[in-house]
């Protein structure tokens, strides 16, 4: 029988994706469009029987892409977990999130490799893809597989590989974004890098696990630190009379040693507002305090704060309320052209607006329900009148389908978070960092 090195090579490898989000269901897709037979496992039935239709529910997949490798049966999904011992490497792309009070929540991972240990067989590989603390793979996945009474480096192999995708984007995907690899054992290392070559670009090994999930965890801190010194920049720029946007646009010309990033009405998705919480918890056990990184979390989740008070002074200076005001937010994913919510600071913005007695409404051409802490809404229809009836229109993502001449054209106040108006010159508007 061949061994698993020779099945990666000639792609008779079947690979098992356990997790079919934004990460596990476009690596399925890659690894199925290579060539190889994949076995999707999710937990959740609705996404099982989508991916079995040939019809995605994320938006960086297009049914065009998924349709013709379920057709071909090299795509296939379940909920069974059983079947992942008759796969031969198994990718875990499941979620990472927090608890309540802001720390590692590992039930899904932890969960998730008791299942594979269940079914774990000599000569399969096990890659850990979900973002997470330095020290998961080893202390947390690889004692969680032996219990099974099989050893990592002579029955089975292990290696964390951290996931990059850009939700949204056009630019970059698993093709043009090198892979980071990092085995428990060189042995695991090797295989993980010879599985990833078959359908990225540019496979990196590094020494070992931690090394792997420390330069994922670094490289979303890296942003959550730079978003929070441009929000604090932001601030001190409205305080003195400057607009941030044209300091950007000006520090931006100088072609070494800066890299442009931009203000905000706070931080969203699975990585940013998660991350940095995971590193400051493990280095606390070290009686290490990250306190550049905690400090850049907290002026991140202080912006949704910020905006609704410069909403509310910017009605005052129009004789206007914020109890009673009508307010639209245009937007309400944590970045443009994605449908994605999680974590996102508009949820956060509405809530805090009801709270304080505004009537809210919002559109977002991606998301046709939400759910906020005050109660379930529904996007409205978008269109002049609305906009005209508004005693405030919030731009709280940018989607590229807004026309922001017509909004402006029709809106009474625009708050914009986002810089989507720079360039437009009315009094009617107001932005964060001016
Ligand atoms: N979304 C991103 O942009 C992104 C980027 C890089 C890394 N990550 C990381 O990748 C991981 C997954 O994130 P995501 O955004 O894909 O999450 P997601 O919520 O979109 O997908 C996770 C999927 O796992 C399924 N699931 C949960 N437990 C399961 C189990 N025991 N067995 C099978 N399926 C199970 C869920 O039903 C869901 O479909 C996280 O650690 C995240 O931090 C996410």
Not at 261 to 281: E, K, R, T
Request: net charge negative.
């Amino acid at each position: 029988m061949p061994g698993l090195e020779a099945k990666i090579k000639d792609r008779s490898a079947v690979i098992g994706i356990v997790g079919l989000g934004y990460v596990g269901l476009p690596l399925a897709v890659a690894f199925a469009t290579a060539g190889f037979k994949v076995l999707g496992v999710d937990i959740r039935q609705s996404n099982v029987n989508s991916v079995n239709r040939g019809e995605s529910y994320i938006a960086d997949v297009s049914s065009d892409s998924l349709s013709p490798v379920v057709t071909r049966k090299l795509l296939e999904a379940t909920t069974d977990q059983s079947r992942l011992g008759s796969v031969d490497v198994i990718c875990i792309c499941v979620p990472t999130p927090l608890t309540s009070t802001k720390d590692p929540d590992l039930s899904y991972v932890i969960h998730e490799s008791e299942e594979i240990s269940k079914y774990l067989r000599p000569g399969q590989l096990v890659v850990l893809e979900s973002t997470t603390y330095p020290g998961t793979t080893r202390q947390v996945v690889l004692p969680t597989l032996e219990s099974s009474g099989l050893r990592c480096g002579a029955d089975f192999y292990l290696a964390y590989s951290p996931e990059r995708v850009d939700p949204g984007s056009k630019e970059h995907d698993i093709r043009n974004t090198p892979k980071i690899v990092g085995g428990i054992d060189p042995q695991s290392t090797h295989l993980a890098q010879l599985l990833y070559s078959q359908v990225a670009g540019t496979v990196l090994p590094v020494s070992c696990p931690e090394v792997a999930e420390m330069t994922k965890v670094f490289e979303n801190v890296f942003r959550s630190v730079n978003i929070a010194l441009v929000n604090e920049l932001a601030r001190l720029c409205e305080r003195m009379g400057l607009s941030v946007w044209e300091v950007i646009e000006a520090a931006s010309t100088k072609p070494f040693g800066y890299m442009p990033f931009v203000p905000g009405p706070g931080v969203g998705g699975h990585c940013i507002p998660l991350d940095p919480y995971y590193l400051a918890n493990k280095a606390r056990e070290l009686d290490f305090h990250t306190r550049f990184i905690e400090l850049a979390a907290e002026i991140n989740e202080q912006m949704p704060y910020h905006v609704v008070t410069r909403v509310l002074d910017a009605l005052s200076a129009r004789g206007k309320s914020l109890n009673g005001a009508r307010i639209v937010v245009l937007g309400v994913t944590y970045k443009k052209d994605v449908a994605d919510t999680r974590e996102s600071p508009a949820l956060k913005i509405i809530q805090l607006l009801r709270e304080k007695g505004a009537e809210v409404s919002y559109h977002d051409p991606y998301v046709p329900q939400i759910h906020v802490s005050t109660g379930d809404m529904e996007s409205v229809q978008l269109d002049g009148e609305l906009l005209g009836s508004m005693d405030c229109v919030l731009i709280a993502a940018d989607h590229s389908s807004y026309d922001m001449n017509e909004v402006v054209a029709r809106a009474k106040l625009i708050f914009d978070t986002k810089g989507a108006t720079r360039g437009l010159k009315r009094a009617n508007i107001v932005r964060l960092g001016e």
